[in-house]
């Protein structure tokens, strides 16, 4: 079969096919259109030259292809209509286990989720109500402050830098963090930058470069909030060494800075008045100073709640007993970590839940409930020394 794109009117083709001496079967397209009959012959040819002409139902193509009943077809349309056909065709019969994916809409619905405010999470923080107090009393007096300066008032000048003193784990971190997110929405701050450094991040290896990295940190956090962690490693014990030159160039940029940033120094209680006391203008410059107590047995058990029901556990009545009255016990020994031990207990605790259906179950057949709920018997008794 020979198929022939005639241009304009050509009446001998079919002498000249006949002079060749061969007989042959010749379907005319002029321009690229051709009647139904040709239309068909064309689309058969097509089939057959297909890798997947064993699935098609060549009839069934037919009234796809010419549904419109036109007089005329051009190649282009043939193509189209067999292509979509073939996807159908793959759809269906060569990888029939796609199918569902593969036709079914799927709808995706937009969730609007309303992030919690800065100082809601800060109030809804478990204990901590000396600091929450002192915290909303300087917020009101920076904001009030700003306010009479804008209003061509005379303004108290208030040092805005902070000191946090508490034990490991009695969330100084988490608050100095959201502190910088609710000084920037109060307008207190330009931005909620929050950046947070230690010795590492201040002292240098040599003479000079330690007052580079220091005005360096203030750079990053400018506009915001700079959180000194362990601040007292600064003092390391020898007079005019590195230490020395990182706690003076603080004190120079805070300074230097003090309508623009604002510096948190946190650390354990006793070792922080040595950090105070290594340089005279230190303790002048703080403005502030939160103590972070210690949680108590409720607390830490109300901590120890929220940490697994964020993670889709919960615990059972004896397992909250035995909790209790391990945290009682933790409660009375020095440095027992405050939120560090109970992240640490809940770790623990989830791998010998982990290990006990393990065990019990050998069929694996675990359930919601059972994978989700920890035990008395879940409670490591290793824990305290």
């Not at 623009?260 to 703080?286: C, H, W």
Request: aromatic share 10%; glycine share 6%.
């Amino acid at each position: 079969m020979i198929f022939v794109e005639i241009i304009g009117k050509q009446d001998g083709t079919k002498d000249y096919f006949k002079d060749i001496g061969k007989e042959v079967n010749l379907v005319e397209i002029k321009e690229g259109v051709g009647d139904r009959q040709d239309a068909a012959k064309f689309l058969k040819s097509i089939v057959d030259k297909s890798e997947i002409k064993g699935y098609v139902d060549f009839e069934a193509l037919r009234k796809i292809v010419f549904a419109d009943e036109a007089a005329y077809y051009n190649i282009s349309t043939i193509y189209k209509k067999w292509q979509e056909y073939a996807d159908v065709a793959l759809v269906n019969s060569l990888y029939s286990e796609y199918k569902p994916l593969l036709t079914t809409k799927i709808q995706h619905e937009k969730k609007i989720v309303e992030q919690e405010s800065p100082f809601a999470k800060f109030n809804s923080m478990i204990g901590l109500a000396s600091v929450k107090q002192t915290a909303k009393k300087l917020i009101a007096t920076f904001k009030v402050q700003k306010k009479r300066q804008s209003l061509g008032l005379d303004k108290m000048g208030f040092s805005r830098h902070m000191l946090f003193t508490g034990n490991p784990g009695t969330a100084k971190t988490t608050v100095a963090r959201l502190l910088a997110q609710i000084f920037a929405k109060e307008g207190i701050t330009d931005a909620p930058t929050f950046i947070e450094c230690g010795r590492a991040d201040l002292v240098g290896q040599y003479v000079g470069h330690t007052a580079i990295k220091v005005k360096k940190a203030f750079e990053r956090a400018k506009g915001g909030v700079l959180f000194i962690d362990e601040a007292y490693s600064l003092v390391d014990g020898y007079r005019g060494h590195y230490g020395d030159e990182a706690i003076n160039t603080i004190v120079q940029e805070m300074e230097n800075n003090r309508e623009n940033t604002i510096v948190i120094f946190a650390g354990y209680p006793k070792p922080m008045q040595r950090f105070l006391d290594a340089n005279e203008g230190l303790r002048s410059r703080i403005g502030f100073q939160l103590e972070f107590p210690d949680y108590n047995a409720q607390e830490l058990l109300a901590i120890l709640e929220l940490m697994l029901n964020e993670r889709a556990y919960s615990l059972s009545d004896n397992a909250k007993a035995k909790a209790l009255e391990l945290f009682e016990q933790a409660a009375t020994q020095n440095d027992f970590g405050n939120g560090r031990f109970v992240r640490n207990l809940l770790e623990q605790m989830i791998m010998q839940q982990s290990l006990r259906i393990y065990d019990e179950n050998s069929d694996r057949s675990w359930d919601k409930d059972s994978i989700s709920i920890l035990t008395a018997a879940d409670i490591p008794s290793d824990m305290l020394p």
